[in-house]
DNA sequence: ATTTATGCAAACGTTTTGCATGTGT
DNA sequence: ACACATGCAAAACGTTTGCATAAAT
């Protein structure tokens, strides 16, 4: 919520955001800084490419689509940005959290909510005991109805 | 296990498989049953659309790719057929079972194995009260490594 | 006979790629 | 100056659709 923000005190403060990038020996450009902007605009969002390079273009209409693809992979790759398969033709983007948490996907409305890791634990245990699989440190996504839509 | 196989007793029991199709309207073709025949092949099987098409294009080589399409959209509407979602660009298809069941995913050799709903119904309450979502009566799809890919 | 399903080919939307140019470091 | 990133256009990919023909009821 801050990290883009002009005039924010500490000079040098350890890059954060896009910046990181940098240390990382890849190029900051204004297109990268614009897809950071669009994901960090709004806290909690998870958006599609198209809706990234809607808000891209807006600031910078020369931006191609596949700048934003390729943008966004190397983003996922440097650990700042999550990628989220929400179903099949329905993945999202986020800022990387520190935590790691999961979705609950509303069929209503497609909201999006976001739940703590906490809730898996035993389901772990469980799925080890059941088949012999280690679940993956990775999202998992459910489906349900948020509470405007349950009715 | 025997709805397909041929001469097995009583020659007017309940229409099973896809002869369902011919009791909600629809009609009983050669393809359709390859298609059933495919995904009956073995238990658990979990087939992708390619994977469905490539096994009845070996016994009826003319079956075009978008009839394998349309007839899964009629067997899955029929209930005969249960899609999912196992992440983006894999849909798989399996024939309806009684019980719900969830998946999970090895993403070490792809191999999918089957969760029982058992393990999910605490997981409803809490996220209800974590997030006031209501979890739909659908598949969870998770990831992790099988027995073998665990090393 | 009637209606539904099929094969074919073309259209579709999304994502990826090759390549010349432009830009960050 | 160099490597990396971009824009553009074309290709790739899985899926869907329109339509005339074929097959099931």
Known sequence: ?????????????????PALLRARGRRLTRQRELI????????????????????????????????????????????????????????FYEPAHDHRHHHVVCRGCGAVAHVHDDLFEDLQTRVDKVCGYALADEEVTLFGFCPACRE
């Open 1 to 17: 919520m801050s990290e883009t923000s002009p005039a924010h005190g500490h000079a040098h403060a350890l890059p954060a955001g």
């Open 36 to 91: 950071w902007a669009a994901l960090t605009a709004e806290p909690d969002a998870h958006l599609s490419v198209d809706q990234i390079a809607a808000r891209v273009q807006e600031e910078l209409p020369s931006v191609n689509a596949s700048t934003v693809y390729r943008s966004l992979d190397v983003l996922v790759r440097e650990g700042l940005v999550l990628r989220s398969e929400l179903g099949s033709d329905r993945t």
